[in-house]
């Protein structure tokens, strides 16, 4: 079993910074693409940044130049840097991690609880 838990998330100005960490655990052999997802009150869920395991990122537009996704394979934790905050990237921020385990040999999608930032104006 594999488990995701994100920290990092509360409550800052706009313009501020925020840095989230996610850490994955359990009987992992692999861990492939890695990324976070955001969910605002009455939006659907949307792709922030991702980054893979040779440490390629991409970004959604909303966010280049202000979010640095970064990771560490040995310690099997993603980041998120956000710097320039604003009220429209207050959400929920999802951890996910495309997993590969001794029962899924191909991969499975793993997710977060989430964890919430709040950017005030």
């Known amino acids: 079993q594999v488990q995701l838990v994100e920290s990092g998330g509360g409550l800052v100005q706009a313009g501020g910074s925020l840095r989230l960490s996610c850490v994955a655990s359990?009987?992992?052999?692999?861990?492939?693409?890695m990324g976070w997802y955001r969910q605002a009150p009455g939006k659907q869920r949307e792709l922030v940044a991702a980054?893979?395991?040779?440490?390629?990122?991409n970004y959604a537009d909303s966010v280049k130049g202000r979010f640095t996704i970064s990771r560490d394979n040995a310690k099997n934790t993603v980041y998120l840097q956000m710097n320039s905050l604003k009220p429209e990237d207050t959400a929920v921020y999802y951890c996910?991690?495309?997993?590969?385990?001794?029962?899924?040999?191909?991969?499975?999608?793993?997710w977060g609880k989430g964890t919430l930032v709040t950017v005030s104006s």
């Open positions: 359990g009987e992992i052999f692999k861990i492939n693409a």
């Open positions: 980054i893979t395991s040779g440490g390629s990122p």
């Open positions: 996910n991690a495309d997993v590969v385990t001794a029962t899924n040999l191909f991969g499975m999608d793993y």
